[in-house]
């Protein structure tokens, strides 16, 4: 079964360094989206993004964030300047429509540690 | 604003119990509610997807309602093993252009051999 594949598992970083993390979408899928997972709390979104620009936001993707996908395939999120409290589990997910008919497909998420 | 709450936040039963997950959103406006498993540390599996205009939808031993009018949705486990240990999350998603995910706090569920 296909599965959207995220890099790294772990990443451990100082405060105030930029950190990407990597996420190879389902090939058919077009929408894409980060969430985040802080320890105990709630999954929460972030962005979504369709044909190579984002469609919408939360009020937590500020200008420290960005997403792009450079290359075709991968779908990246850029944390510019990292603060500790960025500290969680990022998933990415795909869906082939916006539209909700399909399952929404996440990743096993990459989890991030700001010291 | 959409808020979407669990009950109850942890539930422990020894094997093969029947049991019963809550889930109720504030907004009956969604397009779709979904039901994903959580394993420590790990990512989120889906389990069972219903549209607004279903009722259930049933994956072998589990069985998620939906009554779109209260807010409520259900997940029904049968004859419960310890494999199905983990945290269970519902999402909702809300109609119009939008593919964002709303989600409860979830069950942590053990099941005691």
């Known amino acids: 079964e296909p599965e959207v594949t995220q890099t790294p598992s772990h990443q451990v970083t100082q405060m105030g360094q930029e950190v990407i993390l990597r996420c190879v979408p389902i090939?058919?899928?077009?929408?894409f989206y980060w969430y985040r997972q802080i320890l105990g709390q709630k999954v929460e979104f972030l962005v979504s993004?369709?044909?190579?620009?984002?469609?919408?936001k939360s009020e937590i993707f500020d200008d420290q964030f960005s997403v792009e996908r450079p290359d075709g395939s991968n779908f990246t999120l850029k944390i510019r300047s990292t603060k500790l409290e960025d500290s969680a589990m990022y998933f990415c997910?795909?869906?082939?429509?916006?539209?909700?008919?399909?399952?929404?497909?996440f990743g096993a998420g990459s989890r991030l540690t700001v010291l | 604003k959409q808020e979407v709450t669990q009950i109850p936040a942890a539930l422990s039963v020894p094997e093969g119990e029947n049991l019963v997950l809550n889930c109720s959103f504030t907004?009956?406006?969604?397009?779709?509610l979904q039901w994903f498993r959580q394993d420590p540390g790990k990512g989120l599996t889906s389990l069972l997807l219903?549209?607004?205009?279903?009722r259930e939808q049933t994956s072998g031993r589990l069985n998620a309602s939906l009554d779109k009018s209260s807010g409520r949705s259900t997940l029904y486990i049968a004859a419960s093993q310890p494999g199905d240990s983990a945290t269970y999350l519902c999402?909702?998603?809300?109609?119009?252009?939008?593919?964002?995910?709303?989600f409860g706090q979830g069950t942590t569920l053990q099941v005691k051999p």
């Open positions: 907004d009956s406006a969604i397009y779709n």
């Open positions: 993004f369709y044909n190579n620009e984002i469609s919408e």
């Open positions: 090939s058919n899928h077009l929408y």
């Open positions: 999402a909702v998603r809300g109609l119009g252009n939008t593919g964002k995910l709303i």
């Open positions: 997910a795909g869906d082939l429509t916006r539209s909700g008919a399909n399952v929404l497909t």
């Open positions: 219903i549209q607004s205009s279903q």
